[in-house]
């Protein structure tokens, strides 16, 4: 068969399908896709390069002429600006959800005759807060590296306690500021130095992603070490953090590459052509709120049996690595990057996890004002009083007159 000729539609079909089954970044092998990327930076500085962007709609490819790649450069940066943003702020949003359900608690707690929480309009003003800060960070997953993406969680630690200080007056302390320091020094080296690639994510580039080799092989050992993992929390009852944790961790990781191909193909289907009408779609539609449901369901028996400020940094940084080798291995985000760009990414990881380490680290517990605790009128029992709780105790509370005993049936005090 003869090959195409040069320049006709067959050579940009056949450029483009090799550009898709290589996942070139910045048009050409393995020149790295980082601004630290010596050859790349060389190429450009001398001969900028003709870009081929995969693109499966209508068009086949769209390649720039050498007078259009800095425009095209700061297109694909201000595409990524704008996800980093839609993540921030969707953070930020969720942690002003946060503490205003708290201060919602609070305020329940110094009302003399307490109503359920979910009647509390502050309540559910933060619940419809908390969505939209969970629909800008799915948005944003559609417009850059799931690599970028999952590590800004630490804005939502951080910002947390920033809120908490200046709006429920708790005490600023030392190891705060250096964690809130840390965490945004982190995010600056994980935005400028993430993976800046740009994928058109259709529903034929996340079915060949799919049926790939790297993510077959990924998702066997995946399912591997859940089954593993699961066998010795259901069967043999061991309940430590690590086990629990990275269950979740394991099920985010599913979790992001379907919210990115779920929010990628909603996007492309706004901007270019209609993807929700593909199998594909709803696969992943399927998984990510299978994954979700099952996360939430494990994160909740972490938090019951260990305390928050021993779950949140674990878990952030478990699922902030589930997510990067996620994002690695399905999308190939980080093919052809130059190793220092690599290093100082991984290093902006290590900054935030460190970060969230040193904010939630020995947060005391809040305990909310109680008052007496009324039990009400029992029909055939005589009640003494009301039972006030000591927490300092090893008993639940104390009797109205201070003792700290009981009775036992045959009318002996004991002591509790």
Same mark, same amino acid.
């Given at each position: 068969m003869a090959a195409?000729? %040069?320049?006709? %539609?067959?050579?940009?079909?056949?450029?483009? /399908? +090799?550009?898709? *089954?290589r996942n070139l970044t910045y048009g050409a092998l393995g020149a790295g896709n980082g601004s630290l990327s010596g050859a790349w930076y060389r190429r450009n500085q001398a001969h900028p390069p003709a870009y081929i962007l995969p693109f499966t709609s209508r068009k086949e490819s769209l390649t720039f002429s050498n007078t259009e790649n800095t425009s095209a450069l700061v297109c694909l940066n201000e595409i990524h600006l704008f996800g980093v943003l839609l993540a921030i702020l969707g953070n930020l949003v969720i942690s002003i959800s946060l503490n205003i359900q708290k201060y919602s608690h609070l305020q329940?707690?110094?009302?003399?005759? %307490?109503r359920p929480y979910f009647k509390s309009v502050l309540w559910w003003g933060s619940i419809v807060l908390m969505a939209v800060g969970e629909t800008g960070n799915f948005a944003a997953y559609g417009f850059a590296p799931i690599t970028l993406i999952a590590p800004l969680g630490c804005m939502s630690v951080t910002g947390s306690a920033i809120i908490s200080v200046m709006f429920l007056k708790e005490n600023l302390r030392a190891s705060d500021l250096l964690g809130m320091t840390l965490a945004f020094a982190g995010t600056y080296l994980l935005v400028n130095f993430a993976p800046n690639i740009t994928q058109d994510? @259709?529903?034929?580039?996340?079915?060949?992603? !799919?049926?790939?080799?790297? !993510?077959?092989?990924y998702g066997?050992?995946?399912?591997?070490? !859940?089954?593993? $993992? /699961?066998y010795f929390?259901?069967?043999?009852?061991?309940?430590?953090?690590?086990? =629990? =944790?990275?269950?979740?961790?394991?099920?985010?990781?599913?979790?992001?590459?379907?919210?990115?191909?779920? *929010?990628?193909?909603?996007? !492309?289907?706004v901007t270019d052509k209609m993807q929700l009408t593909y199998p594909i779609f709803y696969i992943m539609f399927i998984i990510m709120i299978a994954s979700c449901v099952f996360q939430v369901k494990l994160l909740n028996q972490a938090t019951k049996l260990y305390s928050t400020a021993t779950?949140? %940094?674990v878990n952030h940084t478990f699922f902030t690595i589930s997510a990067i080798i996620a994002g690695t291995i399905f999308y190939q985000e980080f093919l052809g990057a130059a190793f220092l760009t690599i290093f100082i990414y991984l290093f902006g990881c290590f900054l935030s996890f460190l970060g969230v380490v040193l904010v939630t680290r020995n947060r005391e517990k809040e305990h909310l004002p109680q008052s007496y605790i009324d039990f009400g009128h029992v029909p055939g029992k005589q009640m003494l009083d009301k039972i006030q709780p +000591?927490?300092?105790?090893? *008993?639940?509370?104390? $009797?109205? +007159?201070? @003792? +700290? @005993?009981t009775k036992s049936p045959s009318g002996e005090k004991k002591e509790v």
């Amino acid at each position: 068969m003869a090959a195409p000729a %040069p320049g006709g %539609p067959g050579a940009a079909a056949s450029a483009a /399908l +090799d550009e898709l *089954s290589r996942n070139l970044t910045y048009g050409a092998l393995g020149a790295g896709n980082g601004s630290l990327s010596g050859a790349w930076y060389r190429r450009n500085q001398a001969h900028p390069p003709a870009y081929i962007l995969p693109f499966t709609s209508r068009k086949e490819s769209l390649t720039f002429s050498n007078t259009e790649n800095t425009s095209a450069l700061v297109c694909l940066n201000e595409i990524h600006l704008f996800g980093v943003l839609l993540a921030i702020l969707g953070n930020l949003v969720i942690s002003i959800s946060l503490n205003i359900q708290k201060y919602s608690h609070l305020q329940l707690a110094h009302q003399e005759h %307490p109503r359920p929480y979910f009647k509390s309009v502050l309540w559910w003003g933060s619940i419809v807060l908390m969505a939209v800060g969970e629909t800008g960070n799915f948005a944003a997953y559609g417009f850059a590296p799931i690599t970028l993406i999952a590590p800004l969680g630490c804005m939502s630690v951080t910002g947390s306690a920033i809120i908490s200080v200046m709006f429920l007056k708790e005490n600023l302390r030392a190891s705060d500021l250096l964690g809130m320091t840390l965490a945004f020094a982190g995010t600056y080296l994980l935005v400028n130095f993430a993976p800046n690639i740009t994928q058109d994510i @259709s529903a034929r580039t996340v079915q060949y992603y !799919f049926v790939g080799w790297q !993510f077959m092989t990924y998702g066997i050992l995946e399912i591997l070490i !859940f089954c593993i $993992l /699961l066998y010795f929390h259901k069967r043999k009852g061991i309940k430590h953090i690590a086990i =629990l =944790l990275t269950l979740v961790a394991l099920l985010a990781s599913l979790t992001v590459i379907s919210v990115k191909a779920v *929010s990628g193909m909603i996007t !492309f289907s706004v901007t270019d052509k209609m993807q929700l009408t593909y199998p594909i779609f709803y696969i992943m539609f399927i998984i990510m709120i299978a994954s979700c449901v099952f996360q939430v369901k494990l994160l909740n028996q972490a938090t019951k049996l260990y305390s928050t400020a021993t779950v949140v %940094p674990v878990n952030h940084t478990f699922f902030t690595i589930s997510a990067i080798i996620a994002g690695t291995i399905f999308y190939q985000e980080f093919l052809g990057a130059a190793f220092l760009t690599i290093f100082i990414y991984l290093f902006g990881c290590f900054l935030s996890f460190l970060g969230v380490v040193l904010v939630t680290r020995n947060r005391e517990k809040e305990h909310l004002p109680q008052s007496y605790i009324d039990f009400g009128h029992v029909p055939g029992k005589q009640m003494l009083d009301k039972i006030q709780p +000591d927490s300092n105790g090893l *008993s639940y509370g104390t $009797l109205p +007159d201070g @003792s +700290d @005993s009981t009775k036992s049936p045959s009318g002996e005090k004991k002591e509790v």
